[in-house]
Antibody, heavy 119, light 110 residues
Framework: EVQLVESGGGLIQPGGSLRLSCAAS????????INWVRQAPGKGLEWVSY????????KYADSVMGRFTVSRDNAKNSLYLQMNSLRAEDTAVYYC????????????WGQGTLVTVSS | QSALTQPASVSGSPGQSITISCTGT?????????VSWYQQHPGKAPKLIIY???NRPSGVSNRFSGSKSGNTASLTISGLQAEDEADYYC??????????FGGGTKLTVL
């Protein structure tokens, strides 16, 4: 069974940093691209970042470019999102979502981890 | 990258059919057959229901179907059921190799 489990969320002050993790199981992690998608409270989905299977291809949304860094450790079946210079508008549930193999759709999602940026 | 445009809400009675539109540009929806749709119930993670415009993942009801014409994609749900009441989001691959979502549509089953 494919599973994605996010962790690392919490309450952080504006300007602070946080590192999210996504632990994957039930599939061959090293051959899949993975995304981060967030959802502010009561709002819609926003794509945040993508990392390719080997980690050599990385993309970011304009809203997080220069502040967030995505990485992965294929030996540990894990994905990470380092978030720096956090703002109130970064408050959201953060999901990791697997790309369908060879595709551009999110076929499996984690349950999400809540990040709250507030003083 | 601007969000794709979806109606904020749609409604229908049990047994009826509804269609949700998703309008983008030639740089996303119109330029690629990589439109996908997601169903999200309150407090839950989104679930993939349509990918590559028309394809249904295994286990998704055939009451869900997708199509595209020009820069507008559509999701049709036939034979509405109470459990279909949820938020629905479209997504597309873009010319900048990123992804973009629609603003979401709340479906109410009357």
């Amino acid at each position: 069974e494919v599973q994605l489990v996010e962790s690392g969320g919490g309450l952080i002050q504006p300007g602070g940093s946080l590192r999210l993790s996504c632990a994957a199981s039930g599939f061959t992690f090293r051959i899949y691209g993975i995304n981060w998608v967030r959802q502010a409270p009561g709002k819609g989905l926003e794509w945040v970042s993508y990392i390719g299977s080997s980690g050599s291809t990385i993309k970011y949304a304009d809203s997080v470019m220069g502040r967030f860094t995505v990485s992965r450790d294929n030996a540990k079946n894990s994905l990470y999102l380092q978030m720096n210079s956090l703002r109130a508008e970064d408050t959201a549930v953060y999901y990791c979502a697997r790309d369908g193999y060879g595709g551009y759709h999110f076929d499996y999602w984690g349950q999400g981890t809540l990040v709250t940026v507030s003083s | 990258q601007s969000a794709l445009t979806q109606p904020a809400s749609v409604s229908g009675s049990p047994g009826q059919s509804i269609t949700i539109s998703c309008t983008g540009t030639s740089s996303d929806v119109g330029g690629y057959n990589y439109v996908s749709w997601y169903q999200q119930h309150p407090g839950k993670a989104p679930k993939l229901i349509i990918y590559d415009v028309t394809n249904r993942p295994s286990g998704v009801s055939n009451r869900f179907s997708g199509s595209k014409s020009g820069n507008t994609a559509s999701l049709t749900i036939s034979g509405l059921q109470a459990e279909d009441e949820a938020d629905y989001y479209c997504s597309s691959y873009t010319s900048s190799s990123s992804r973009v979502f629609g603003g979401g549509t709340k479906l109410t089953v009357l």
